[in-house]
C-alpha cells in the first residue's frame, strides 16, 4: 500500500515549455486534490475531482489543467509554464464523506527559468 | 470566506519546554478542524481531527484541543524529533460542491534544540 505517489519529485522548465504531474493513490478514494505551496503563502487549491472523469476548480486554477480518466489517477497540466508556477505541488486524496482526512503525495518541486 | 491564521510562525523551544500552537478559524460552520505535521522536502502528515468545541485528542507528546475560535496544539516535554512545520486546516460544513475542500493557514515552524 503506497498511499499517495506524484511523479516527478523534481523538474525544471523552461518559460512557455508544458508538462504534466502525475499523482496515483492505491486506496480507492473518490476525492482527489492539487495543491500549490509557496512560502509564506501557505497551500493552496488549485483543482480538484469529486469522482472519476469529473474535475473543478480551487482558488488558484489560472494556467493550470486537470484530468481525471481514471479514479486512481489525478494528472496536473501546466501548457505553458512561467516563472510565476514556480513552486512545491502536492497531491491529496481523501475517501468520500465529509470530516476525513487528506492524505498527501510526498510533493513535485518545480522550477520555472 | 473561511479563514485560517496561526501564530506564532517560528517557535523555538529548548528540549523538555512545554509550549502551545495556536490556530485561530473562522467559519462558515465548522465540520472539521485538521493537524498537519510536516517535515522540510515532504507532504503533510496528518495528526489529528478535531469536530467539536471542547474536543481533545492526544498522540505521544502532543494535545490538540478545540474552541468555537480557536485550537490550540499542546507541545509537552517536547524533543528534537518534534522539529517541524505545523498546518492547522479547517473544513467547512458547506463547502463547495461538495468538495470537502481544506482552508489551511501558513503554519508554525517549531524547532526544538537540544
Known amino acids: 500500500n503506497a498511499g499517495v505517489t506524484q511523479t516527478p519529485k523534481f523538474r525544471v522548465l523552461k518559460t512557455g515549455q508544458s508538462m504534466t504531474l502525475l499523482c496515483a493513490q492505491d486506496?480507492?478514494?473518490?476525492?482527489m486534490y492539487w495543491y500549490r505551496q509557496d512560502p509564506g503563502m501557505g497551500l493552496r487549491l488549485i483543482h480538484y475531482s469529486v469522482g472519476e472523469g469529473t474535475t473543478a476548480k480551487g482558488e488558484v486554477p489560472d494556467g493550470y489543467n486537470v484530468s481525471r480518466l481514471k479514479k486512481q489517477n489525478f494528472l496536473l497540466g501546466l501548457e505553458s509554464a512561467a516563472p510565476s508556477q514556480t513552486s512545491v505541488y502536492f497531491c491529496?486524496?481523501?475517501?468520500f464523506g465529509g470530516g476525513r482526512e487528506q492524505y498527501f503525495g510526498p510533493g513535485t518541486r518545480l522550477t520555472v527559468t | 470566506e473561511d479563514q485560517v491564521t496561526q501564530s506564532p510562525e517560528a517557535l523555538r523551544l529548548q528540549e523538555g519546554e512545554s509550549s502551545s500552537l495556536n490556530c485561530s478559524y473562522t467559519?462558515?460552520?465548522?465540520?472539521?478542524l485538521f493537524w498537519y505535521r510536516q517535515d522540510p522536502g515532504k507532504g503533510p502528515e496528518f495528526l489529528f481531527t478535531l469536530y467539536s468545541a471542547g474536543e481533545e485528542k492526544e498522540k505521544e507528546r502532543l494535545k490538540a484541543t478545540l474552541t468555537k475560535k480557536e485550537s490550540f496544539l499542546h507541545i509537552t516535554a517536547p524533543k528534537p524529533e518534534d522539529s517541524a512545520t505545523y498546518l492547522c486546516a479547517v473544513q467547512a460544513a458547506y463547502s463547495g460542491a461538495g468538495s470537502y475542500q481544506l482552508t489551511f493557514g501558513k503554519g508554525t515552524k517549531l524547532s526544538v534544540i537540544p
Open positions: 486506496m480507492n478514494h473518490e476525492y
Open positions: 491529496a486524496s481523501t475517501p
Open positions: 467559519v462558515s460552520g465548522l465540520r472539521g
